[in-house]
């Protein structure tokens, strides 16, 4: 069934339009993909959409399925894709570049996730090259920054967040430095179950704005959206989203199932109109 959503409303004061991003890492397959999407399309309302931008971002696999069902019925998704390589094509079997995911109308791409720096062994200048490859194809990357436990337990995460993201805006071509979003997501809070308090999680967006704006300047740092990740849930998303310097979450595990993401997005007490 094809109908109109309206669009999302930027934040009374800040300005910024939320984004929900569903990061569904290795699951799903296409056709689960689609099934999702329809499933989502027929759980969400109005009120929701009006709240925040909300972004699926698949395994590469089912990205053209998902663009097909979602031009096809008009939803107001956005397509991300949860990798890239920085090079737009030549002899690099196995990678997926920023004009392939650009033909698949892919808005966002998240770039430096924890577990492909852990597991596939991606330095700061990996993603600080990834995120100007993505924000040069004219895409947004979600930059993913966050600390581990012990760099936690030793008080160094200003510090841990600093070199990550001096390495990104080292490099970021200024034109795109607004759009760009970054991703909260403290190492011991993902796919845990503990989640950082909205309290410290709001504390570090501050010191993550606070950094873009002595390095960039305060214009663009206004515009930057801070996300905050890590065992997000229905029942924690609304103390995350009303914090002031918080402008959307990156959600892993909440995000595979339909009925769960829906009840995310649409968790009560629904936050005050934002207009
Ligand atoms: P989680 O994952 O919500 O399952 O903790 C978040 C992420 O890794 O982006």
Not at 241 to 247: P, Q
Request: charged share 25%; proline share 5%; hydrophobic share 45%.
């Amino acid at each position: 069934m094809s109908r109109r959503a309206p669009e999302p409303t930027p934040q009374a004061g800040s300005g910024r339009v939320r984004l929900v991003v569903a990061n569904w890492k290795l699951h799903h397959t296409h056709l689960e993909a689609i099934a999702f999407l329809e499933r989502l399309w027929h759980l969400l309302d109005a009120d929701d959409y009006r709240r925040a931008e909300i972004a699926i971002c698949p395994a590469f696999t089912a990205l053209r399925s998902a663009q097909l069902t979602i031009e096809t019925d008009g939803m107001p998704y956005r397509l991300g894709a949860q990798d890239v390589f920085w090079e737009p094509s030549g002899a690099y079997t196995g990678e997926v570049s920023v004009p392939m995911l650009a033909k698949l109308d892919v808005r966002y791409v998240i770039v430096g996730h924890s577990e492909r720096r852990r597991l596939f062994g991606e330095t700061d200048e990996v993603v600080a090259k990834k995120a100007a490859a993505v924000a040069s194809g004219g895409l947004v990357p979600i930059v993913c920054v966050g600390e581990v436990a012990e760099e936690r337990d030793a008080g160094v995460t200003e510090s841990v967040l600093e070199r990550q993201l001096d390495a990104v805006l080292a490099t970021y071509p200024a034109a795109a430095l607004g759009e760009l979003v970054i991703a909260y997501e403290p190492v011991w809070a993902i796919g845990s179950g503990t989640p950082a308090t909205p309290e410290d999680a709001q504390q570090v967006a501050r010191y993550v704005r606070g950094l873009v704006a002595s390095r960039v300047g305060e214009a663009a740092a206004s515009r930057v959206r801070v996300l905050y990740g890590g065992s997000v849930d229905v029942g924690n998303a609304v103390a995350f989203l009303a914090e002031s310097d918080i402008d959307g979450l990156l959600v892993g595990g909440a995000s595979l199932d339909p009925e769960r993401f829906a009840q995310l997005l649409g968790a009560r007490p629904r936050l005050a109109p934002t207009s």
